[in-house]
């Protein structure tokens, strides 16, 4: 299966956040040998990150400087996006740091609950459901609290770390809060992120198929794929994996962004 050519990987991280090594020159050269028409970046903004011990931010001097450069010297377009790490205590922070900037897409995501990241091991000693209702529930709290956002990425981020098998009946007994999340996704018109990076630790695409299956159940339809690349050969990985899986659902085109406003591709 061929990858559409307007098909744009709306999960992908450069140097300027922390996790990730490769620059945004490399991203772009990837991105026009794909033959893209633009390349999204999406880095991360974390008040109080666990996982890093400190605020992550952007060098926004730098990027737009960067970007400006590159645009002349690339023929491809750079949009900026975000990812979110979603704290209910930051809530108001957050939402004036995003007032403050023009983006193209913002990703929403839950990454720690004040005390641990949920990628720690610390949190992955607690019993399964207990670490699932846990994290599902700050989910929760991010998809009703927050309303400047477009789409909610790797809504069961939590499994990538778990030093366990996670069971479909696991999923399943978080069934009431998970419900509560999409319908919260559905009623207030966001989009459900296929998160690519799943079929690499757990072998299944972010969200679970139950979590997927329920979405569409109760009428969803708003889904875009992002990789979640933390370094250049990963843009677009499984992608091919996620249109099989849509297509299976009777599912035929994705939403992008452009301006923070959506558009859709036919896959």
């Known amino acids: 299966m061929t990858i ?3 098909l744009i990987d709306q999960h992908v991280h450069s140097s300027y956040s922390p996790d990730s090594s490769s620059s945004l020159e490399e991203l772009v050269r990837f991105a026009v040998a794909l033959g893209k028409p633009a390349l999204v970046t999406t880095d991360h903004l974390e008040y109080d990150c666990k996982y890093f011990k400190q605020d992550v931010h952007i060098d926004w ?3 737009n400087k960067e970007v400006e450069e590159l645009s002349q010297r690339y023929p491809i377009e750079i949009r900026k996006g975000i990812e979110v790490g979603f704290r209910s205590d930051y809530k ?5 740091y995003l007032a403050q900037h023009e983006f193209d897409v913002i990703l929403l995501s839950a ?3 004040g005390r641990l990241d949920f990628s720690e091991k610390a949190f992955h000693d607690k019993p399964i459901q207990q670490r699932l209702m846990h994290y599902f529930n700050h989910v929760r709290d991010a998809v009703d609290q927050m309303d400047n956002y477009d ?3 790797h809504l069961d981020y939590v499994v990538r770390y778990t030093t366990f098998p996670v069971y479909d009946e696991d999923i399943a007994s978080c069934r009431s809060v998970l419900y509560d999340i999409v319908k919260l996704i559905i009623e207030k018109q966001k989009v459900l992120e296929l998160n690519t990076t799943g079929l690499y630790r757990q072998g299944w695409i972010h969200p679970h198929s139950y979590i997927l299956d329920m979405y569409l159940d109760l009428g969803g339809r708003a889904v875009c794929i992002g990789s979640d690349a933390h370094q250049v050969g990963h843009m677009e990985q499984g992608f091919v994996e996620a249109i099989e899986l849509l297509h299976s659902k009777g599912i035929r085109e994705v939403v992008q962004f452009k301006g923070r406003t959506p558009y859709s591709v036919s896959i």
């Open 92 to 96: 108001v922070v957050i939402d004036d």
């Open 61 to 63: 001097a730098g990027y």
């Open 4 to 6: 559409p050519h307007l």
């Open 111 to 113: 990454h720690n609950d």
């Open 151 to 153: 789409i909610v990425a």
